[in-house]
């Protein structure tokens, strides 16, 4: 972690000059520190655990159709521990998740995973419906980011869209086809393939058997509410940013989440950068704009993603085995 935040910060002080000598990440983060509002770090930690909260309970939810009642803390524990593994290898902790739920709740891998797959479809949708009102409400900057920085040519979008489209209706043609064989004239390693194919297909449908859609709807919506007061927020921490408003604080989360999906450890050093970015937009100077982005980072990474993960690994065999002992 500190190696990708060290050469993000070493970039900049060579952009700004700075000796080699005199360009410590740690110095730098404990100045920041110093001059941060800790009041709104604490709001923007407690709305960063209201997201993940609101993101179990929806997980819940999606396991219901398939018979599996998973307990809160198992749901939320095992979340945690899943962004906590992301830290170190980018997502690893979708596996991790998933893992560790069937193995507290014997809820088979494959369908465990499938719903975590679904998860990530509602996100991109979530996602692409938060950056269409960040461009409906900042049109001309971020039309005119994108056209600045972003060279692709209307074909080169159209062939990628195509070979997408291609691969996946390939994808479907040869699961039907897997689907239907039957299981009798199979290798019994290649029954156990298919079967787990079955669950994991069985994990994508569930969806359309969610018995409270309206909560489900509810908490998707909770969830990114929370993403965007997280970032919104995060400004009254810092006084080059307290003056932004509300659909400032919209570009400013679409562009920072854009940096945490990028494939880097939590979102190391691409979040920074695209936080950065977003904040010359807003005539905030690129040493404040990563002086913000680091403010905000470790706060949610070392006061909510490590801590509470680190807890929840803890507590996880723990409870679950005073659960067993209590079922006896």
Known sequence: MWQSQGSAYAEDCTLRGVASEDCSLFDKLVSDYKNANIFWL???SICFTLSQLFRSIRWKLMLQPMGYEISHFNSFATLMVGYFANLGVPRIGEFVRAGMISKYEDVP????FATIVVERIVDVIMLLIMITLGLIFHYEKLWGYIT???SLSTSTLLV???VLVIAGIIGLVVLKKILLLDN???HPLARKIKGLI?????GLLSIKDIPQVGMFIFYSIGIWVMYYLMHYLAFFSFEPTAHLGPLD????FDFGTLGIVFPSPGGMGSYHFMIKEALLLFDVNAVDGFSFAMISFFTLTIFCTILLGLICLVLLPIINQKNR???Q
């Open 109 to 112: 891998v494959e369908k465990a």
């Open 42 to 44: 604490i709001i923007i």
């Open 184 to 186: 009798e004239k199979l």
């Open 198 to 202: 079955e669950g994991f297909v069985d």
């Open 325 to 327: 002992k209590t079922d």
């Open 160 to 162: 990628g869209l195509g």
């Open 249 to 252: 604080g919209l570009l400013v």
């Open 148 to 150: 600045e920085h972003i």
